[in-house]
């Protein structure tokens, strides 16, 4: 986390709302390719943003089946996208009272040497994620639901160092009242470290 997501925290916790930041990376070797951040909401619950970077050799391994895309046909358009483009799935949890609303995939970015890059505006990439794609719809994800959906940039250059991958705020509402949002959420990635590199 940077300062600025960190001092919009603080101004959520000054609220009442938030309590806690945690950044998580996976170790096991079978998921280095998976990011998390959440925040704990006072009075109880959790919201997590987990992304994982999806490159074709991951389509092919069981954890990608088992935790993220069970159909074989979703799996093997997954792999034809990340094969010409970066691609990430993002998944909000809320397990919390509170309702979530954002412009998830649309506003999300991915910093590459220092310049930040928009989804891919390609509709052909789109078409070939149309169970995740929401396009430019507003993303609601209720109390103790969860939510996934993806971004796909354009392929990061062979040699790249880390890169990060940028999650805008999401509202916090209760009932129909608006009563904070949550921090601008940073995954980091090395390109190198992947099990299975792009």
Same mark, same amino acid.
């Given at each position: 986390m940077t300062a600025q997501p960190l001092a919009q925290v603080a101004s959520s916790v000054a609220a009442g709302l938030l309590a806690l930041v945690g950044?998580?990376?996976?170790? $096991? @070797? &079978? /998921?280095?390719?998976e990011r998390s951040s959440g925040v704990a909401v006072v009075g109880g619950g959790f919201i997590a943003v987990t992304a994982v970077w999806v490159t074709p050799g991951l389509t092919v391994h069981p954890h990608y089946a088992t935790r993220w895309v069970s159909d074989p046909a979703r799996r093997a358009r997954h792999r034809e996208v990340a094969t010409a483009r970066t691609l990430f799935l993002i998944e909000v949890a809320n397990q919390s009272?509170?309702?979530?609303?954002?412009?998830?995939?649309?506003?999300?970015?991915?910093?590459?040497n220092a310049r930040e890059h928009a989804p891919d505006p $390609? @509709? &052909? /990439?789109?078409?070939?994620l149309p169970d995740l794609w929401p396009g430019p719809a507003l993303q609601r994800v209720p109390p103790h639901t969860t939510v996934l959906t993806a971004a796909a940039f354009p392929a990061v250059p062979p040699g790249t160092g880390p890169v990060i991958l940028l999650i805008p705020p999401l509202w916090?509402?209760?009932?129909?009242?608006?009563?904070?949002?949550?921090?601008?959420?940073?995954?980091?990635f090395d390109p190198r470290g992947l099990t299975y590199p792009p």
């Amino acid at each position: 986390m940077t300062a600025q997501p960190l001092a919009q925290v603080a101004s959520s916790v000054a609220a009442g709302l938030l309590a806690l930041v945690g950044v998580v990376s996976a170790s $096991d @070797p &079978a /998921v280095t390719h998976e990011r998390s951040s959440g925040v704990a909401v006072v009075g109880g619950g959790f919201i997590a943003v987990t992304a994982v970077w999806v490159t074709p050799g991951l389509t092919v391994h069981p954890h990608y089946a088992t935790r993220w895309v069970s159909d074989p046909a979703r799996r093997a358009r997954h792999r034809e996208v990340a094969t010409a483009r970066t691609l990430f799935l993002i998944e909000v949890a809320n397990q919390s009272a509170l309702r979530l609303e954002g412009y998830l995939a649309l506003n999300a970015r991915l910093r590459v040497n220092a310049r930040e890059h928009a989804p891919d505006p $390609d @509709p &052909a /990439v789109r078409a070939r994620l149309p169970d995740l794609w929401p396009g430019p719809a507003l993303q609601r994800v209720p109390p103790h639901t969860t939510v996934l959906t993806a971004a796909a940039f354009p392929a990061v250059p062979p040699g790249t160092g880390p890169v990060i991958l940028l999650i805008p705020p999401l509202w916090i509402f209760r009932g129909s009242r608006q009563i904070g949002e949550t921090p601008a959420f940073e995954l980091g990635f090395d390109p190198r470290g992947l099990t299975y590199p792009p």
